[in-house]
């Protein structure tokens, strides 16, 4: 198994940055592609950002592309999320996920991770 804690979470005010860390612990040999998702109150689960391990090819949400930056540390079986130009509507709970399929096919979609974390809240106000 794969375990994953998210930290960095905050309240920032709109226009402002944080950064989220994603620790890796356990079976890490067996993820090949990170992703982050996040969740606002009554809104279905929705992709921002994806990475793979080996190459660190990255993805992005159009919602988000240009703001946030996805990175790793293979080192410390880390990946980071950098959030830059927040807006409220960023507001949500962000959640880490863990795939050990190599395969992009379906990287945006939720259900195709098999690890998640326990996510961290992130709150900008206006």
């Known amino acids: 198994q794969v375990q994953l804690v998210e930290s960095g979470g905050g309240l920032v005010q709109a226009g402002g940055s944080l950064r989220l860390s994603c620790a890796a612990s356990?079976?890490?040999?067996?993820?090949?592609?990170m992703g982050w998702f996040r969740q606002a109150p009554g809104k279905e689960r929705e992709f921002v950002a994806s990475?793979?391990?080996?190459?660190?090819?990255?993805y992005y949400a159009d919602s988000v592309k240009g703001r946030f930056t996805i990175s790793k540390d293979n080192a410390k079986n880390t990946v980071y999320l950098q959030m830059n130009s927040l807006k409220p509507e960023d507001t949500a709970v962000y959640s880490c996920?863990?795939?050990?399929?190599?395969?992009?096919?379906?990287?945006?979609?939720?259900?195709?991770?098999?690890?998640w974390g326990q996510g961290t809240q992130v709150t900008v106000s206006s």
């Open positions: 996920a863990s795939r050990t399929s190599t395969s992009l096919v379906g990287v945006t979609t939720a259900r195709r991770y098999d690890y």
């Open positions: 356990g079976r890490t040999y067996s993820s090949y592609i």
């Open positions: 990475i793979r391990w080996n190459g660190g090819s990255t």
